[in-house]
C-alpha cells in the first residue's frame, strides 16, 4: 500500500518559544427574567388597597349620614 503524506505539513520553529495559549469563552445563555414584586407583596397591596376603599366608602356613608340629620 502506497502511504499518504498530509496536505499541510507541520512546521515548528527552530528558535524560540513555543506555545498555546487556550483562552477560555463566555457562553451566553438566555437572561431569567424575575418578577419585579413577588406575588406575597401584590397580595398585600391589594388587601390594603380594599381596606383603604372600605374606609373612604364608610367615611362617605357617615358624611351622608351626617347631611341628611342635620337638613
Known sequence: ??????IFREVLPKQ???SMEDVPTMVLCK???LPLK???LEKLEKM????????KQ???A???VSKTLVV
Open 62 to 64: 357617615a358624611k351622608d
Open 31 to 33: 437572561p431569567k427574567l
Open 58 to 60: 364608610q367615611e362617605l
Open 1 to 6: 500500500m502506497p502511504e499518504v503524506k498530509p
Open 38 to 40: 413577588s406575588v406575597t
Open 16 to 18: 524560540g518559544q513555543l
Open 48 to 55: 390594603q388597597m380594599e381596606a383603604q376603599e372600605a374606609v
